[in-house]
């Protein structure tokens, strides 16, 4: 399975920002969306074209668009704050939810909704900003693989080494896209050094 951390610096500088605890919700907002337009960027950058006569204002030519629809999949609440990016960058997009919240005591995952648009002949980009265990990327992977998903890929913003350990056992093909791969779990499954709850942050709860 391909891990892939991105380099670059502002990602570098985005993310020092949404770990500052003193970056309120609606800079906290703002810094989620950019991070993960260049994310986004990292996500597609092998997919298909296919070719397309156009004609410039000076000249036919043949170019080049997306030949294979998009689709990605929102981990419900915290990877709501993803969605906007790749909505203003792949505007065809079809969109669909997993909700899965953490016990608080166990840190297990459990689902209370889901609704997935068709996936198959997709490019299906699962999206969660924290990766810590892994319980509830492996939870979403395992929905949409059995939903149809093939080629699928897993984008966050900070990972846990135990989550990409556990992503990897439970679903060795997909890749893992991220900002950041930080250095372990707290005793209560928070990502250290992290930054904090991300959708406590992201929403001011
Ligand atoms: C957070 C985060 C991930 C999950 C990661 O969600 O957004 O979905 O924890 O942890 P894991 O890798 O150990 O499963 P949370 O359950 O806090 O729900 P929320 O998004 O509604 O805040
Ligand atoms: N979920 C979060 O929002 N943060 C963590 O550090 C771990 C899980």
Redo the contacts with the bound molecule.
Sequence with gaps: MALTIIQHPLAAHLLTHLRDQTTKPALFRTLCHQITLLLALEATRDLATEEKAVKTPLEPCRSRVLARPLAIIPILR?GLGMVEPFLGLFPDVSVGYVGLE?DHAT?IAHSYYCKLPPLGGRRVLVID??L??GG?AAQALDVVTAAGGTDVALVCI?A?PEGVAFVEQRHAAVPIITAALDRE?NAK????P????????LYGT
């Design positions: 915290a953490r840190a900003p924290m810590a265990t509830s900070v846990a779990l499954k928070y990502i250290l992290g930054l904090g709850d991300f959708g406590d942050r």
